[in-house]
């Protein structure tokens, strides 16, 4: 094949089709197409193979991507797939929900003139089309590992990535979740507009087909005692999220939600829930969120598509400070979504018992905290009335480790996060025979990072199995 070194000039950066935006508020569609070969080549190609790729270094799992790109120019899907799963359990997962913006191509060496190489778009297109065409993930057969079992609990995305690292080391994976889909927020927050749940279905297949058991409807420390499961496995990994809904000193009555409980009774999740579980909460309403994060994003495209009659969005930074991605504050402003930048929540206002509107202030930005974010200071006087029917508050997670941790000497930190790696390996606890990852580690963060975590915690506890074996031997 003849490399033309022009091609990200000649070919210029192409996203995958789109819904136009009236169509996509008709129903909850993943709203972006995939490429065919032919086109994912051609992106691919754009790629300059830089000697220090950024991109790679910015990816939280590291991935290989001018080397995958270049195997998909080249038209070796097999391979590309083989690379791309080596650093990521699950890429097709991350080809759609990471923020590219601010990750691999906010680092492309052409983003800022050229528009940079598609890559969240390609890595997708890899996995997807491989597990089309029968490509499945290699097992590592390892007789040293092939004795021991390791329960998990939380089938989330870190949870998931331990499964996977172990399972391809011949190591027997017991997944335990409450729900009765595996996914974590992949299933159970996530909106279908972002990530399709047959996406996950597909990974579950897999992941069952390379020996991991999945026991859902099960809440350990209820249905099960965790007693149980350290004596019965040779590690646990813990990976239970963080859950705990920040309220800002709202008061929450009729006609206010959750974000969370909002999503989850959603038409997303037609197919997983039963009907009777699923409400239309908001339709012809006037629906205010609060927050300006990624569930933020995803309340408002929610709202807008259960037929909300008006949707605003309310934050009290600016629009440059917003933590939600840009490429999904771009696609709610295509949906009709209004925003209103600068204003602090103060009370939801009650006419009688039903909701009359939200009592705001405006901010203006002050000195940075200890993040180095700008913090908001009210502006006195400056109070308002925003009409509202719903209200919906998404201003985030805090930890919510659940009481027996204690009772087993899993440590936290005064924050409520568990505390990890104190003896050394990753992800290990304060108990040895326990590790943890993900959100109840580093808090509410993103899908790629609590992959991260559960690919070293598969890692670490096959560092200590092997350990183990040689000083009993
Ligand atoms: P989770 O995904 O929360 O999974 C934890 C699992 O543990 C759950 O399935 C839960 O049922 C189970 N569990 C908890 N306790 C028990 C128990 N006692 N017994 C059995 N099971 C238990 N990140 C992105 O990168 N891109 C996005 O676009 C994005 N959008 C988001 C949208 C929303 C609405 C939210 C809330 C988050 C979003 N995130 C996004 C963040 C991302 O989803 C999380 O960072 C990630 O899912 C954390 O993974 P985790 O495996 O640590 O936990
Ligand atoms: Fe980019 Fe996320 Fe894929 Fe890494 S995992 S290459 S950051 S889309």
Same mark, same amino acid.
């Given at each position: 094949?003849?490399i ?5 000039i ?13 169509? $996509? ?9 995939t ?26 799992? #590291?991935? %290989? ?7 998909? $120019? ?10 791309s799963? @080596? ?30 190489? #598609?890559? =969240? ?10 597990? $089309?065409?029968?490509? $499945?993930?290699?097992? &590592? %057969? ?5 004795? %021991? ?19 391809? &080391?011949s190591?027997?994976?017991d ?11 992949? #299933? ?6 972002k990530l ?5 279905k ?11 058991k999945? %026991? ?7 249905d ?14 813990? @990976? ?7 309220? =800002? ?25 039963s ?24 309340c408002?495209?929610? @709202? ?9 969005c ?9 933590? =939600? ?10 949906e ?11 009370e ?5 018992d +039903? ?9 203006? !930005? ?24 719903r209200v ?22 005064a924050?409520? !996060?568990?505390?990890t ?8 606890t ?7 990852? /993900?959100? +109840?580690?580093?808090?509410s ?11 070293? @915690? /598969? ?15």
């Open positions: 094949m003849t033309n070194n022009n091609q990200f000649e070919v210029p950066r192409t996203d995958p089709a789109k819904l136009s935006s009236g169509t $996509r508020v008709q129903n909850f569609a993943e709203i972006y197409g490429y065919d070969g032919f086109i994912a080549g051609q992106q691919a190609g754009r790629c300059l193979d830089c000697a220090n790729p950024y991109c790679k270094w910015q990816c939280p799992v #590291t991935n %290989h991507i001018p080397e995958w790109l270049r195997l998909v $120019r080249e038209g070796k899907l097999f391979e590309a797939a083989d690379l799963n @080596a650093t990521n359990s699950f890429p097709e997962f991350c080809g759609r929900v990471c923020p590219q913006d601010r990750l691999c191509e906010g680092a492309c060496t052409l983003n800022e003139d050229y528009g940079a190489v #598609t890559i =969240g778009s390609i890595e997708k297109f890899i996995t997807d089309e491989a597990f $089309r065409q029968g490509w $499945r993930p290699k097992i &590592n %057969h390892r007789p040293d590992l092939s004795g %021991h079992r390791v329960a998990i609990i939380g089938a989330g995305p870190a949870g998931l990535a331990c499964a996977d690292v172990l399972a391809k &080391n190591v027997a994976v997944v335990f979740d409450k729900y009765p889909e595996i996914g974590g927020l992949l #299933t159970f927050g996530i909106p279908a507009f399709e749940k047959d996406i996950v597909i990974r579950r297949k897999v992941m069952e087909d390379m020996g991991v999945f %026991h859902l409807n099960t809440l350990v420390g209820r099960i005692e965790f007693s149980e499961i350290l004596n019965k496995y040779s590690a646990v990994f813990l @990976a239970l999220g963080t859950y705990k809904a920040i309220n =800002g000193g709202l008061e929450s009555g009729k006609g206010v939600y959750q974000a969370l409980d909002f999503l989850n009774s959603s038409m997303s999740l037609r197919g997983i829930l009907d009777d579980q699923i409400v239309n909460n908001v339709n012809g309403a006037n629906v205010i969120v609060l927050g300006g994060g990624d569930t933020a994003m995803d408002v495209r929610t @709202a807008i598509r259960q037929g909300a009659r008006s949707v605003t309310v934050y009290r930074r600016d629009e440059a400070n917003m933590p =939600g991605s840009r490429k999904e504050v771009a696609n709610a402003r295509e009709g979504i209004k925003f209103l930048f600068n204003r602090q929540p103060l939801i206002i009650y006419d009688e +039903m909701i009359a509107g939200v009592r705001v202030v405006q901010t203006r !930005l002050g000195a940075p905290d200890a993040n180095g974010r700008q913090r908001p200071e009210t502006v006195p006087g400056s109070d308002e009335i925003l009409q509202a029917d919906i508050i998404a201003f985030g997670f805090d930890p919510n480790p659940p009481e027996w941790f204690k009772d087993y000497n899993i440590e936290l930190l924050s409520g !996060l568990v505390k790696g104190v003896y050394g390996i990753p992800q290990q304060t108990n040895p025979k326990v590790f943890a990852g /993900g959100d +109840m580690v580093r808090g963060d993103l899908v790629v990072t609590a992959i991260y975590d559960g690919r070293r @915690a /598969g890692e670490g506890i096959m560092q200590k199995l092997l350990a183990e074996a040689k000083i009993a031997v």
